[in-house]
């Protein structure tokens, strides 16, 4: 059987709902929770400001911008975003997407002969002619699949190798982790109907539709769980004012998540795999998918990437970070945990059509080829490729933990040297700069950067207000595009090296969780490079390499 690596816990959660569950469940609310954040909250384009003249935690983009980048040459940079899709046909992304030279649309020819038909603006690797995988198990959920024809009857083990006695264990353990998740997405899904039939009670009380603020401010209590819930609204809506937004990006998402692990992700009769219509056994088999870059959603890859590269210079919609790229869309993340085999294709496809960073806002808790994904790593390290990589939205602290895909090779052979592991931050230089949700880690996460409240593109010309490391992610991919697109000549190893350099470092304590209380620690003790990414200090830094 194909070994595979695991770790308890749920890979990949949306930071929303890290957020909301605690008060789902009537619990304590998190520290440095959004009851906590200013009344206007964040400034508009807030992660691309300054902290000493904006007095938010920007990387300084503008800065850079307008003090050094004038009058310098600009050579475009090719960025990858391995996703679940981007609108191409997105108004503020018009002339960052990457167009094949070597392809003529639609006539299902291999024109180019990289051994994929009509890929003009990318390619789809979930996905065929019959259709795009939209939801997906957990990794967790096909390993659980795939061994307990074998493994889950198994009384007596006398008669097994101790081979067998270690797979056997390892499968009890990951029924517990399974048992685990299936009892929390059914409770938060009671607590979530819980928590919305008291709203509804109160707002039928109140009188109103959509109630504002001072509605709730003045609304009278009638029982301490209406007490609570009437409490996190006045925290919520003094961040966000819109009652309605509020229902559909908090509760309406939550309840979609949790039905979507129960339905999909947790649903051992599930199995998408059959549309797209590979082996999947076959981790070497790479000539499967469409040309459908943007799949039945694409509002994740489409948000991430806005932040590397939306139109600056135009009037409408958000500003990129970097202004000199083309993104070559690579669709391979479904709702729930990507296959390494995908995501090995997806990596190598990115370097084969030139891509010289390569974002990654995706990861999971188990993976069951490490093996394939380590090596398509070590052909993006060969063609001199950059990958930044989400570090994850669980909380927890890497250096006791794992989460894949990671920079360390399973063969025990070394690491990735130009990889970035990233770690989302917030607006504020307090207490609160580490989003509650970030996962962290001294030895493991390479840096901090913005990625709470990040408003950026989303699918049919919209926009919409995104948090996680996913955001993070892209904010640091677009900086090392826009040092490759300044300074060419540059390696990936000396662009990371660059960016690790320049951040501005924090000196004071900040609010992280360890396991599910909170505590504070030094900013130093939460990665490895102690700061911010910073693009005018990394620019001026990128100015005096030879």
Known sequence: MTSFFLRSGRGRTLAVIAL???????????????????????????????????????????????????GKKVTPVKVAVIDNGVDVAHEDLQGVIWTNPGEVAGNNIDDDHDGFADDVHGWNFIGSSKGNVEFDNLELTRLIRMMRPKYGSITDTTKLSAAERDSLAMYRRMMEDYDQQMAEAQQAMSGIQGFEGILNAIVTAIGKPNPTVADFKAYQPQTPPEAQVTRMLIGALTQEPSFEKFKTDQIGEAKKHFQTMIDYNLNFAFDPRPLVGDDT??????????????????????????????????????????????IIPVRAVPEGD????????????????????????????????????????????????????????DGKNLDN??????????????????????????????????????????????????????????????????????????????????????????????????????????????????????????????????????????????????
Not at 412 to 439: C, H, K, Q
């Open 338 to 393: 990507e296959r390494d085999k995908d995501i090995a294709n997806a990596i190598r496809y990115a370097v084969d059509q030139g891509a010289r960073v390569i974002n990654m806002s995706f990861g999971k808790g188990y993976s069951y080829d490490k093996k394939v994904v380590d090596e398509a790593v070590q052909y993006a390290m060969q063609h001199d490729v950059l990958m930044t990589h989400a570090a994850g939205n």
């Open 401 to 546: 933990s794992v989460a894949f895909p990671n920079r360390k090779y399973a063969d025990g052979n070394g690491t990735a040297g130009a990889w970035m592991e990233v770690g989302a931050s917030g607006w504020r230089d307090d207490e609160s700069l580490v989003a509650p949700f970030s996962n962290y880690g001294k030895t493991t996460v390479d840096v901090f950067a913005p990625g709470v409240r990040i408003k950026s593109t989303t699918p049919g010309s919209t926009y919409g207000v995104h948090d996680g490391t996913s955001m993070a992610a892209p904010v640091v991919t677009g900086l090392a595009a826009l040092i490759r697109s300044r300074y060419p000549k540059l390696t990936a190893q000396q662009v990371k090296d660059i960016i690790m350099q320049s951040v501005v470092k924090v000196n004071h304590e900040v609010v992280v969780r360890d396991g599910s209380t909170p505590k504070r620690v030094p900013f130093s003790d939460v990665c490895v490079s102690g700061g911010v990414v910073n693009a005018y200090n990394a620019l001026q830094l990128a100015a005096t390499y030879k």
């Open 20 to 70: 909301l569950v605690p008060a789902l469940s009537f619990a304590q609310a998190p520290a440095a929770s959004p009851a906590k954040a200013p009344p206007s909250g964040p400034k508009p384009n807030w992660y691309n400001l300054d902290l000493a003249t904006d007095s938010t935690f920007g990387i300084s983009t503008e800065k850079a911008y307008t003090k050094l980048l004038k």
């Open 281 to 326: 056994t076959n981790h070497r088999e790479h000539n499967y998918g469409n040309t459908d870059v943007k799949g039945p959603d694409g509002d994740h890859g489409t948000h991430v990437a806005g932040i590397i590269g939306a139109v600056r210079t135009n009037t409408i919609g958000i500003q990129g970070v970097a202004d000199a790229v083309l």
